[in-house]
């Protein structure tokens, strides 16, 4: 069982630097960072790049994974990302994650000028990205012509520090993207079920969220693979129960127990950033780091 953390980068560096020490401190598994150009309530406030965050978080950090949650095609072309990937995991000594989806409709999907993508169009784009990501993160030399990328003699020499490339954590639920996460993905990643957010009950989200492991293990089988080799890893925040199980300890434990107990193996919860929608007491939030996994006997 682990645990890990999201920091969102709204902070300038001076300050959002401590942040990050503060979560390797706390002893935390993993730190993360959304990849979007702005997102929902904090569109109109500060809001930085992800890779250069990261970048700067592994120069203060020293054991902690460090990754994204999630990158996708919105904004993001294979080739300069790959480029920008080996970099970051050379820099963290070989620490970084890419969490990794299709994207979805919110600012990301049209500040370059385009028309927001359909569920089937990110889903198409998706297809493609992926497995090109992977050809350019494995092998020195890289030419390709899709249907929405290109690639001509694309080089990444040295390539990644993880060999043979660093791990993937594919954010998907349907089955195009659950076949994506069997075939190239080191983890899996859930939010839930979205459409239980706002009026479904925390045992109709955990009961989805064994459909969705269900048919990521049929994914596996299909594709030769035992599903047991991918971690789980559940980004807390946007079920039914949404900011209540970092009301308290006891309720941390209680809802990590339940989650668990389905088969997740990481645990992700949102850093503290006052009146927002990832508000919590500091406080609670540091016991949690330090003492929800002995209490679980993890």
């Known amino acids: 069982m682990r645990l890990s953390t999201v920091i969102l980068p709204i902070h300038r560096w001076a300050e959002g630097q401590k942040i990050w020490r503060q ?9 993360y960072t959304y990849d979007h150009l702005s997102w929902r309530s904090f569109r109109d406030g500060p809001w930085f790049g992800a890779i250069p965050t990261l970048t700067a978080a ?3 950090t020293q054991s902690m994974r460090l990754g994204t949650l999630v990158t996708s095609p919105n904004f993001r072309h294979p080739v300069t990302l790959a480029k920008d990937l080996i970099s970051l995991d050379d820099v963290s000594g070989g620490r970084f994650t890419l969490g990794i989806g299709a994207g979805g409709t919110g600012f990301d999907a049209t500040a370059l000028g385009q028309e927001s993508w359909t569920p089937r169009e990110r889903a198409d784009r998706f297809a493609e990205f992926v497995p ?23 080089r990444n020499i040295p390539g990644c520090v993880q060999r043979p490339r660093l791990p993937f954590a594919v ?27 706002e009026t479904g009950t925390p045992e109709q989200s955990r009961q989805a969220m064994r459909g969705q492991m269900d048919k ?38 209680d809802f990590a127990g ?9 645990l992700v919860v949102h850093a503290p950033i006052p009146d927002s929608d990832f508000a919590a007491d500091r406080t609670v939030f540091e016991r949690i780091a330090t003492e929800a996994l002995a209490q679980l006997g993890g």
């Not at 979560?23 to 730190?31: C, K, P, R, Y």
């Open 171 to 197: 954010a998907a639920t349907g089955p195009r993207g659950l076949k994506l996460a069997a075939r190239y993905g080191q983890a899996w990643v859930t939010t839930g079920d979205p459409k239980l957010f």
């Open 132 to 154: 090109l990501l992977d050809r350019l993160l494995t092998e020195d030399s890289v030419t390709h012509e899709g249907a929405f990328y290109s690639a001509v003699e694309a």
């Open 58 to 60: 592994a120069a203060v």
């Open 216 to 253: 990521l293990a049929e994914a596996c089988a299909d594709g030769g693979r035992d599903v047991s080799g991918l971690e789980k890893v559940l980004l807390t925040g946007f079920t039914p129960e949404r900011g209540r199980p970092l009301e308290s300890l006891d309720a941390f434990v």
């Open 258 to 266: 339940r989650h668990f107990a389905l088969g997740f193996t990481e």
């Open 23 to 31: 979560a390797e401190d706390l002893g935390f598994h993993a730190a």
